[in-house]
């Protein structure tokens, strides 16, 4: 496979065409290079990516933060923790890379934080006082000319700390609206000085920059990541092969193609950074063909490339030459391994649902992920699996994201393990979660399930309605319960009038019959998406929803895609309200004091989940040992089920 042949970027030859790009973990602390960061990105050079490039280098700490807790490169403090994580991939068979970057007005308060954490109380500084397009961001400060002057400096002595450090591949970030793509822009760069106006202008702090930083690096090849695409307003498609042409004329010898600016409200023409599930395959391939026809030198593209398959296809027809593989190495650091080695099938899916990752560092929290309960804990004793020393017949009740986890992780150390599921499939409430538009993706994490449970022969019986007479009858050691929740019902008067229905009844369904006009009650991730499925089918919907914003548990991106869909089919939603009454004909309402009726034919209640214990507590009562894990024990997402259950594989 193309694939897996070796390219050269300048005079460093990779050993492969799949590159980890650069992305924010928030395993950094005060600037410094953490022990599970290393151990972190040891797992994925190990994993067999050709190149690894750790995390933004921020050249100025703290104003230049592009989260609250980045890298930095600033001072020579760092370079030992530096130095030791530029060795360790090395050591494991991956080229090291840094990518240089400044937060620019990003700085001035990523979503979710406050203020000006992020820069320690330092007013942010862009070209221009234009703020970033989204509600919390602190207007930043114009740089003054001996400040650009001082800001490229910064750039070149960070540049020399990296070549210090060991790293064999120095980047610059110029994409996602950070400072360097700031001043590139006409959408961020209103200046009337020699670094602002024409493209000649705006480039001209990027080509000092680059120079600067040639002095520093000798014969280490400099690679840049740009936009392959702007807002309106921003440059065109021919601006932006102009600028690569530039940057390739600079001494650039790889061009990384991204696009975004982090989830910005109401773009719909914009790509996200880190787009979310349901978005194309090889969204982006376009706008590195754009590139890839100026330059002569290659070209790396991804978001979401995920299938081998296409990867080869777009290498072999010349759209790109280096395949950017970020979340699926999170997701499974053995991704290229796995796939080079012809076990594509045990590789552990990347849906880029965003939930784990980067919802959780725009929160302010280490990365992980859903799926995958080790990200950043890799070197924890604790959470490697060990060989049971006494074997246990465990029986899982239900075959939901939980219930599986705990099987593969408990089965993996020895124990003998087998699974009961009332349904007729595997899955649980993933089989319903995969219904509503853009969300197909989370078939593949059945599949996976699927494909390890086969592995390891897991026995497994469908259609098997579990009682404490049958499981006593087995004689288990001990019984793991993960039966998932039961269906909130909220106390409305008229709750059990004939036109109501559960969410999860109608996705079970598809639907409703005879149904035109339905109220939606509950207005969080499971409400929206089935607004949307279900006035994708024709039926005029409203969504109910007591708090004051819908989808409140959602990652922004995902949800934003949500809201588009809801604008489209003109779904109502109504926040803020206080359901009165459920009648045969629909609902009661007050809101702003003010009552409203709202006719319907169907009244779909999404109010959430509730643990259910009556199978735990009947078989405790009975002397038997019991675990419960999942929703029925304590309600929340695929993430909270799965690292739990990970973590009861691992000790009982």
């Known amino acids: 496979m193309e694939l897996f042949s070796p390219i050269k970027i300048g005079n460093v030859e990779l050993k492969n065409r799949i590159v980890m790009p650069s992305i924010t973990n928030g395993f950094a602390k005060d600037g410094f290079v953490m022990e599970n960061a290393l151990a972190y990105y040891r797992a994925r050079a190990r994993g067999g990516a050709a190149m690894i490039c750790v995390e933004d280098g921020i050249v100025e700490f703290p104003r230049g933060n592009n989260v609250i807790d980045p890298v930095s490169v600033d001072h020579d403090k760092y370079l030992p923790m530096l130095e030791k994580l530029a060795t360790v991939i090395k050591q494991n068979g991956a080229v090291p890379a840094i990518q240089l970057s400044h937060g620019g007005r990003r700085a001035g308060a990523p979503p979710n934080s406050e203020g000006l954490t992020p820069t320690r109380g330092l ?95 000798g014969s280490i090849p400099l ?230 449970m086969q592995a390891l022969n897991i026995k497994i019986e469908f259609d098997k309605e579990a009682s404490v007479e049958n499981i006593s009858a087995f004689k288990p050691d001990a019984v793991v319960v993960a039966t998932g929740g039961k269906a909130y019902v909220p106390p409305i008067k008229g709750v059990d009038s004939k036109i109501v229905h559960m969410s999860h009844d109608v996705l079970r369904k598809q639907g409703i019959e005879d149904t035109k006009v339905a109220i939606i009650i509950g207005g969080g991730q499971v409400g929206i998406e089935l607004a949307e499925y279900l006035a994708e089918k024709g039926i005029k919907i409203t969504v109910l929803e007591v708090l004051d914003d819908v989808g409140g548990d959602m990652y922004i991106a995902t949800k934003q895609l949500v809201l588009y869909g809801l604008e489209d089919h003109d779904v109502r939603v109504i926040t803020s309200v206080l359901i009165k009454e459920i009648d045969e004909n629909g609902v009661r309402i007050e809101r702003n004091s003010e009552e409203e009726y709202l006719s319907a034919d169907a009244v779909i209640l999404s109010a959430g989940l509730r643990p259910q214990h009556e199978l735990s507590e009947s078989l405790i009562s009975k002397g038997i040992k019991v675990y419960s894990i999942g929703d029925s024990s304590e309600t929340g997402d695929i993430l909270k089920a799965v690292h739990s259950a990970y973590g009861l594989g691992l000790v009982i």
């Not at 400040?147 to 990296?162: D, M, P, T, V």
């Not at 001043?183 to 202008?201: H, I, V």
């Not at 007729?424 to 996976?448: V, W």
Request: net charge neutral.
């Open 123 to 217: 007013m942010p500084i862009a070209p221009s006082m234009i703020g970033h397009p989204r509600p919390g961001f602190i207007v930043p400060r114009e740089l003054e000319i001996f400040e650009i002057e001082e800001l490229i400096e910064k750039f070149g002595q960070a540049a020399k700390r990296c070549v210090e450090a060991g790293f064999e591949v120095i980047g610059l970030h110029c994409a996602h609206m950070y400072l360097c793509g700031e001043f590139l822009s006409p959408w961020a760069n209103t200046r009337t000085d020699k670094y602002g106006g024409s493209l000649e202008n705006r480039a001209r702090f990027i080509l000092e920059i680059l120079a600067r930083m040639k002095k520093e690096l």
């Open 223 to 452: 690679i840049m990541r740009m936009n392959g695409s702007e807002p309106a307003g921003g440059n065109s498609l021919e601006e932006i092969r102009e600028i690569a042409r530039m940057v390739e004329a600079a001494g650039v010898k790889a061009i990384s193609v991204s696009t975004g600016f982090g989830p910005v409200l109401k773009m719909r023409d914009v790509v996200s950074t880190q787009a979310p599930i349901g978005t194309p395959e090889g969204v982006l391939v376009p706008l590195a063909e754009n590139i890839k026809s100026a330059v002569s030198i290659p070209v790396m593209v991804g978001n979401v490339i995920r299938e081998p398959e296409y990867m080869e296809k777009i290498i072999r027809e010349g759209r790109c030459d280096i395949i950017t593989l970020g979340r699926p190495l999170i997701t499974d650091p053995e991704w290229v391994n796995k796939v080079k080695t012809g076990f594509y099938k045990d590789v552990r899916p990347c849906i880029s649902c965003c939930v784990g990752c980067q919802g959780n560092v725009m929160n302010g929290r280490p990365m992980t992920c859903i799926l995958n309960p080790l990200v950043g804990k890799e070197s924890d004793p604790l959470l490697q699996p060990t060989k049971t020393e006494i074997a246990k017949k465990i029986l899982v009740v239900g075959a939901g994201p939980a219930g599986l986890e705990f099987a593969l992780t408990a089965s993996s150390r020895g124990h003998d393990v087998t699974v009961w599921e009332k349904e007729s499939a595997i899955g649980g409430t993933l089989t319903l979660a995969e219904i509503p538009p853009r969300k197909e993706a989370i078939h593949k994490i059945i599949r996976y399930f699927e494909n390890r």
